[in-house]
C-alpha cells in the first residue's frame, strides 16, 4: 500500500497526482479508456483537512464542477431494489462499506 500524509488536501491531492503520473504502465477499462492504475490501494491521511488550500493552485476544475462533484458525493440515493435503481453513485458507493 502506498501512503501520502499531508497538511491539507490540497498538498495531498498533488502528491496523488504526481506518484500516479510516474507510474509507467496504462491499462485499458471496460469502457475502452486509457488510464493509470496502481495496482495497490493508496492510503491518504489529511492532517488539517479544513485549512486551506483545500484545492491544488492551478486545478482544471473550477469552482462549478468542485460544488457539482461535492453535491454528489455527498448525496446518497434510496434505494427501492425494484430493478430501477442507479447501478453506480459516489455517495452510495462510498458508504457501502461496513466499518
Known amino acids: 500500500m502506498y501512503c501520502i500524509r499531508e497538511d491539507t488536501i490540497a498538498a495531498a491531492h498533488?502528491?496523488?497526482i504526481h506518484f500516479l503520473?510516474?507510474?509507467?504502465e496504462m491499462d485499458i477499462?471496460?469502457?475502452g479508456e486509457t488510464v493509470k492504475?496502481?495496482?495497490?490501494?493508496?492510503?491518504?491521511h489529511i492532517n488539517y483537512p479544513q485549512v486551506?488550500?483545500?484545492?491544488?493552485?492551478?486545478s482544471l476544475f473550477g469552482p462549478k464542477f468542485q460544488e457539482e462533484y461535492i453535491r454528489k458525493v455527498l448525496q446518497i440515493t434510496p434505494l427501492k431494489h425494484d430493478g430501477t435503481?442507479?447501478?453506480y453513485t459516489y455517495g452510495?458507493?462510498?458508504r457501502a462499506y461496513a466499518l
Open 14 to 16: 498533488y502528491r496523488a
Open 21 to 24: 503520473n510516474a507510474l509507467p
Open 29 to 31: 477499462t471496460e469502457d
Open 37 to 44: 492504475q496502481y495496482s495497490e490501494p493508496i492510503s491518504i
Open 52 to 58: 486551506s488550500p483545500q484545492v491544488v493552485p492551478g
Open 85 to 87: 435503481d442507479p447501478v
Open 92 to 94: 452510495n458507493r462510498l
